[in-house]
Structures are given as structure tokens and as C-alpha cells.
């Protein structure tokens, strides 16, 4: 509830500066407000409900992902894609053209920023070739991908404690639907061998336990002072991690290791190397002692589908078959419609020119990350970093696709470093302004 209370409050503030408030004029006593104070009051706060709808559309589509139904092939339902169109993109739309794009020219200075489009603007010009019965549903995903940058810098570009505040109730969000699956999946008895899904988009044990593995990390790395948000922290991480286990999922396992491994790195403290430590015992353990879930399906046919993967690639090294092309993978018996490799996949459909622009792009969050490690939301960028860059190599390597949960491990990170950047940029450019 402190947190849910402080997001209201934020709101109301980011209506204020979205708003461009000017300073309060003094009034007599008595005296009636101006028609122009009355009219600067009724924009802030006009303003102020569209920003607060542009927060719920951010929300919304992190926890819907685990709530709402799903199409054909896990693809995001209808209901879900219509929710997001009125409450994230169609706000997001109206905050970038607004001030005559002063988003946009906010964004525009920034390398990463530059790299993103080029990356969209390759991805739509590979729709020349793709082999699609329909390119304007793919020209559309492009869309929604930089919407939901756009609409991230929109809410908390300049403000970091907002944004962090917000991610905050959705991991506390995330972690209650992690409980209640968890809760029914224990019940129902399962078997050893069984692996808990979610609902929806997430109804894949991977796919799930990477959403849920992703909140674990970014609500890690927000400090409580106070006992009692440190021991809601702890017991959501406890909620979230209980289903990462039940899913048996391995890639995301190695990803959260990874992130313990390193977390010393970005926050020095007695905790972190504590926990590092731990984990480096029990992977060691588990080489030496290795349990049955960690070896009973083996490699999961990742070698076989790599080896395919290279041969699709050496077919088209460099345009690719474009962007969403539907193409089939046999491995183990199963026809399989993506590599399991966010590289990979890439290369694929846009070729080795798009695996050449998303390298950079990640390349440049990382030192994002690394350069505001000090605060928390350049942890969150870096953390998320680590986890994405290990657990994208077994799954999910849907790169410009519907809202999944690839998004948290990609776009998420991006967008936040995007809004670091941004806010240095204008500090730096402050003083030039002033004089």
C-alpha cells in the first residue's frame, strides 16, 4: 500500500512537469484565481489523467501477459491487444507528436537511440522480401515495439524514482500470480517430472518462469530501508522464485545464477557477496552431484538446432528471409518455428546487417548500465542485462514480435537506459541554457 500510495503521488507530479508548470502567482486575499492560473490548472491536470492512463497501459502490459488470454501459438489475444492499444499505445502516440515532438527530439541525440531505428528501419524494409500473406500485421509489431519505448521515456524518462516505483508494484503484481499458480499447481498433485505454466501468453514453462525470473531480478535491486518493505521484498522474490523452480526451466536457472555471480560488480556490500558465494557453492555442488532434472532431457536438441540454424543463415547471410518469416527447424523429431537463439533468429530473418545493429544496441545498454550502476535503476538496466544475455540464448528469441515476454529482458532494460541517458543529457545541456 506505501508503494501504491507514493505511485499516485508520482502521478500527480509527472502531470505537473508533463504539463510545463510555471510558477504560482501570489493572489490578494480573497481574490478569485486568474482565468489563466484556472486554465494552466485544468491543463496540468488533463495532462496529469493521460500520463496516469500511460502508467496503467505500462502496467498493464507487463501483468496482463500473465493473465489475459492468448491466440494462436501463444501470440497475445485480441482483448490484450486492444487493452493495450487504448491504455499504452495510442498514449504513447499522443505524448510523442505533442510539443511538436519534443520526445522525439529529446531521444533523437542519443546513439542507442539512433541504432533502435535503424534496427526497426532495416526490419520494415526486410518485409520487401519476406514471404508473408500479411506484412502489415509484422509492420504493426515494429510499431507497438517503439511505442512501448517511446512510451516508457514518456512516463519516467527524466524521473527514475517513478519508473522504479512502478516496476516495484509490478514485480509485487507479478509475484501474487506466481503465488496463486504456484498454490494450484502444488495442489492439483503433479508428478516430478510435470512443469508449471502460466496462463495466456506465458502458458510455456519457459516463457513463464523467464517473466517471472526478470521481476525477480529488477525488484532485487531496489534497497528498503524500512523492515517491513524489506520483508515484502524478500517474500515477493520468495513468491517468484518457488515458480521459476516449479518450471524446471534450466536457461532461466543459469540466467539467475549469472546475475548472483556478478551482482558484486554493480552492488558492492556485504549481502551480495554473500549470496554470490552461495550460489558458487551450489553449482559446484551441482557438478559434482548433478540432479536427475538437471540431466534427464539433456540438451534439449540445442546443439542440432544450432547447427540448422547456421545452414539458414548461410542461405541468406545477408538480407535474410525479413521479418517474420515463417521458417521450420527439425530437431529430435519436432518441427520447431524458431532457433531457441535470440542471435540466431535475428540473423535469420534480417541477416547478418541486423545481427550487426542489434549488437550495439545491446553493447551500448550494458554501459548504460555500468555507468549508473551507483543508482538503482542503472542496477535494474544491468542486472536485467546479465539475466537476458544468458537466458536468450535458450529461448525466447523473438526479438520484434507482439508483446511476450521477451520484452522484459530486451525492450525493458533499453527503454530504461534510453530514459538514463536522456536525463544526463539534459543536465548536461542545463547550465548551457542558463548561460
Not at 376 to 402: H, K
Amino acid at each position: 500500500m506505501t508503494v501504491a500510495r507514493h505511485g499516485l503521488n508520482d502521478l500527480a507530479e509527472l502531470g505537473a512537469q508533463g504539463g510545463g508548470s510555471s510558477p504560482a502567482l501570489p493572489r490578494a486575499g480573497g481574490a478569485h484565481p486568474a482565468p489563466a492560473t484556472l486554465g494552466m490548472a485544468t491543463v496540468r491536470a488533463w495532462l496529469s489523467c493521460r500520463e496516469a492512463v500511460l502508467g496503467l497501459g505500462l502496467a498493464w502490459l507487463m501483468i496482463g501477459m500473465l493473465l489475459m488470454p492468448a491466440g494462436v501459438s501463444y501470440n497475445p489475444g485480441r482483448l490484450y491487444q486492444f487493452t493495450l492499444a487504448a491504455l499504452l499505445y495510442l498514449p504513447a502516440l499522443w505524448f510523442t507528436l505533442r510539443e511538436r515532438a519534443r520526445l522525439w527530439r529529446q531521444l533523437w541525440p542519443l546513439p542507442a537511440f539512433r541504432v533502435f531505428l535503424l534496427l526497426l528501419g532495416w526490419a520494415a524494409l526486410s518485409l520487401a522480401w519476406a514471404q508473408l500473406r500479411h506484412p502489415g500485421d509484422e509492420f504493426g509489431r515494429l510499431c507497438t515495439v517503439l511505442l512501448f519505448v517511446l512510451g516508457w521515456h514518456a512516463w519516467a524518462g527524466g524521473a527514475p524514482r517513478r519508473a522504479a516505483r512502478l516496476l516495484a508494484v509490478v514485480a509485487w503484481g507479478m509475484a501474487l500470480c506466481a503465488l496463486a499458480y504456484s498454490i494450484v499447481f502444488l495442489a492439483q498433485g503433479h508428478d516430478e517430472d510435470d512443469r508449471i505454466v502460466g496462463e495466456g501468453v506465458v502458458a510455456t514453462a519457459n516463457y513463464a518462469a523467464a517473466a517471472m525470473g526478470a521481476a525477480c531480478v529488477w525488484l532485487a535491486q531496489f534497497p528498503r530501508r524500512r523492515w517491513f518493505a524489506r520483508a515484502a521484498k524478500w517474500a515477493a522474490m520468495a513468491a517468484l522464485l518457488l515458480f521459476v523452480g516449479l518450471t524446471q526451466s534450466r536457461g532461466v536457472w543459469l540466467a539467475l545464477a549469472a546475475c548472483a555471480l556478478l551482482a558484486p560488480l554493480w552492488w558492492p556490500g556485504r549481502t551480495a557477496r554473500v549470496v554470490a558465494a552461495l550460489i558458487l557453492l551450489a553449482m559446484l555442488a551441482a557438478m559434482l552431484w548433478p540432479l536427475p532434472v538437471l540431466l534427464e532431457r539433456g540438451a534439449s536438441y540445442r546443439p542440432e538446432i544450432f547447427r540448422q540454424a547456421l545452414h539458414l543463415i548461410a542461405a541468406h547471410p545477408w538480407l535474410g528471409l525479413g521479418q517474420g518469416t515463417p521458417f521450420v527447424i527439425e530437431a529430435g523429431g519436432q518441427q520447431l518455428t524458431h532457433s531457441h537463439n535470440v542471435l540466431t533468429q535475428t540473423a535469420i530473418e534480417l541477416g547478418l546487417p541486423g545481427l550487426a545493429l542489434l549488437l550495439p544496441l545491446w553493447v551500448l545498454t550494458a554501459w548504460s548500465g555500468w555507468r549508473h550502476r551507483a543508482e538503482p535503476l542503472g542496477r535494474v538496466v544491468l542486472a536485467l542485462w546479465v539475466y537476458a544475455s544468458v537466458a536468450l540464448q535458450f529461448d525466447m528469441p523473438q526479438l520484434l514480435d507482439s508483446p511476450r515476454p521477451g520484452w522484459l529482458l530486451i525492450w525493458l532494460p533499453f527503454a530504461l537506459a534510453l530514459g538514463l541517458e536522456a536525463r544526463d543529457r539534459a543536465r548536461r545541456a542545463a547550465p548551457a541554457r542558463v548561460d
